[in-house]
């Protein structure tokens, strides 16, 4: 991880308190679901979201794989991401904004996709452990 990126990570990862009730809830779920997100240095979302999604992997024990290095391709209209350096996957999950963070059960059944942000007045560890719950 680069500097100016890495310091936004581990100070986001230093500052926020997940919510210790939902943590204990998604670990009982972390052997059945596991997470992919999409993510770029330059995203101020992905700066915010991120550091996040390693505290709940980290704290709950679920599997979180990112992808990373999105870049955009301004120069060709008909393809949002440039490949390479964005990983080819971007289209296969048709990726459009970021992160994106899918949730999948553990057959790799997709079961809910967080788009940006939580919804409004949701933390990210609550909107998780939403669609896990519900799946």
Same mark, same amino acid.
């Given at each position: 991880m680069e500097s100016?990126?890495?310091?936004?990570? $581990?100070?986001q990862m230093e500052t926020y308190h997940l919510k210790r009730e939902i943590v204990e809830?998604? @670990?009982?779920?972390?052997?059945?679901f596991w997470i992919l997100a999409f993510s770029a240095k330059w995203c101020k979302d992905c700066a915010k979201n991120i550091p996040i999604l390693a $505290?709940?992997?980290?704290?709950?024990?679920f599997q979180v794989r990112i992808l990373g290095r999105l870049k @955009?391709?301004?120069f060709n209209p008909f393809q949002k991401w440039r490949?390479?350096?964005?990983p080819p996957e971007v289209e296969i999950f048709q990726v459009d904004k970021i992160p994106l963070i899918i949730?999948?059960?553990?057959n790799g059944r997709e079961k809910g996709r967080i788009v940006e942000n939580p919804r409004k007045g949701f933390s990210l560890e609550e909107e998780v452990l939403e669609i896990v719950s519900k799946a």
């Open positions: 100016p990126y890495r310091e936004r990570f $581990l100070k809830r998604l @670990k009982h779920y972390a052997k059945d $505290l709940i992997a980290e704290l709950t024990q @955009k391709d301004p490949i390479p350096p964005s949730i999948f059960d553990k």
